[in-house]
């Protein structure tokens, strides 16, 4: 009889976000006239900007003619959206990033899991604890783990506790790591890096052979210019670092489904038999065997975005969910409760109230104030009596339910 791959039988009950679903539909089933407002998955609410809507009804119309058809594109994304990322987010910035650096993809999310397939299986991997749980999961699903402890914790890798305590900057391993993962704007406690703090990663990955995940899909969130949008603005980086983008949050591209990771050319790994390896070309290999490249129509969107008209489009509708995460860290401070992020991401972490567990406290605001956010402790043993935010959603169900915390916490 065929076998499966016993490593999913390592991983916890449920991911987090369909057992919040799974609970939300529990107390919708048996509260069904409960007007329920969902601050918990980092889903947009927002229509499309106008000029991407525009690019892709254009494209679309090219495909209803033969002369202007478009079929099988390059694996690795057309020029048209290649080029303007190269230029506007990265050489723009003095940022050293050539478009055949760049590799467009239907997901950030489908890309740190697909990455697994062109590194080893005997890394040893550090990841800051809270986390974006996918980082975890796919590993665990490649077999690069052991089994989960109580709290949740894997065999075989580094956990690098981000808190209160130590501002959620973590410390540097104390023993040398193989890949390290990191995220900033960070997913989920929405605090921000440094360039100092960044550098301070890419000085220890070189100086051990390291690889650095970096996962940069909030970066548009961030509006103090001296903050770093890319690790690349870090002396060293091509030399140790993947970059991972999405369109998901910036323009809307949730459901439309497109992304972007960079792979320098300066990155370098070496097989078992001391030979030099191009991680570039291993990519490039892996996405032209295994994917056929994103969608036309939504590459002109995405695309689109880099016009004049669409960079300001862009903005406002960031300026839209950045307003939402101010409203919701200052409602939240005026009920007494501790909030951290907010300011250069679109999430609010705060600190549960009257030392609350985290699923607990997920329990209380469903049930008396009908909302629903996502329990620290889904991301890692080290985000108990945490919870998270998302300012992802309607002005009006924002307000409102800044005004449901008031009876939450009373």
């Known amino acids: 009889m065929f076998q499966i791959n016993e490593n999913y039988l390592k991983l916890k009950a449920g991911y987090l976000f369909p057992e919040i679903g799974r609970r939300v539909a529990a107390f919708s089933d048996a509260h069904p006239d409960a007007q329920i407002i969902k601050l918990g998955i980092g889903d947009v609410t927002e229509p499309l900007p106008a000029a991407v809507v525009a690019g892709m009804h254009a494209a679309v119309d090219e495909l209803a003619s033969r002369d202007s058809f478009h079929g099988y594109g390059p694996e690795q994304g057309y020029a048209f959206l290649r080029d303007p990322i190269a230029e506007q987010d990265y050489q723009a910035r003095g940022v050293n990033v050539s478009a055949d650096e760049i590799f467009v993809s239907d997901g950030s999310k489908c890309d740190t899991g697909n990455i697994l397939d062109i590194l080893g299986a005997n890394n040893s991997i550090a990841i800051t604890d809270p986390v ?42 104390t023993s040398p790591v193989d890949i390290i993962y990191l995220c900033y704007p960070n997913n989920p406690t929405g605090t921000v890096a440094t360039k100092e703090t960044l550098q301070k990663w890419v000085d220890y990955a070189r100086e051990h052979g390291s690889l650095i995940m970096f996962d940069a899909a909030y970066e548009a969130f961030v509006s103090d210019p001296s903050l770093p949008r890319s690790i690349y603005e870090v002396d060293g980086a091509r030399e140790c670092a993947i970059e991972f983008r999405s369109f998901s949050k910036n323009i809307g591209f949730t ?18 038999c001391g030979t030099e390896v191009s991680l570039h070309q291993l990519w490039n290999r892996r996405q032209s065997t295994k994917f056929n490249g994103a969608s036309y129509v939504v590459q002109k969107g995405a695309a689109a975005a880099y016009t004049p008209e669409g960079r300001a489009q862009m903005k406002s509708l960031i300026d839209f969910y950045m307003t939402n995460a101010k409203l919701l860290r200052e409602g939240l401070e005026a009920v007494g409760i501790t909030v951290y992020g907010g300011e250069h991401a679109p999430y609010v972490w705060l600190q549960t109230p009257d030392g609350m567990g985290s699923w607990d406290f997920f329990d209380r605001l469903l049930d008396k104030g009908h909302l629903v956010g996502t329990p620290g402790s889904g991301f890692g043993a080290a985000g108990e009596g945490y919870f998270r935010l998302s300012a992802f959603n309607s002005r009006e169900n924002v307000e409102t339910a800044i005004e449901r915390f008031k009876s939450v916490v009373s």
């Open 132 to 173: 974006y749980p996918v980082y975890v999961d796919t590993n665990v699903m490649a077999g690069h783990t052991g089994e989960a402890d109580d709290a949740g914790r894997y065999d075989k890798l580094v956990y690098l506790p981000v808190t209160a305590d130590n501002n959620f900057v973590a410390e540097l391993p």
């Open 255 to 272: 459901g439309v489904r497109c992304a972007f990771t960079v792979v320098p050319k300066d990155l370098k790994a070496t097989a078992s």
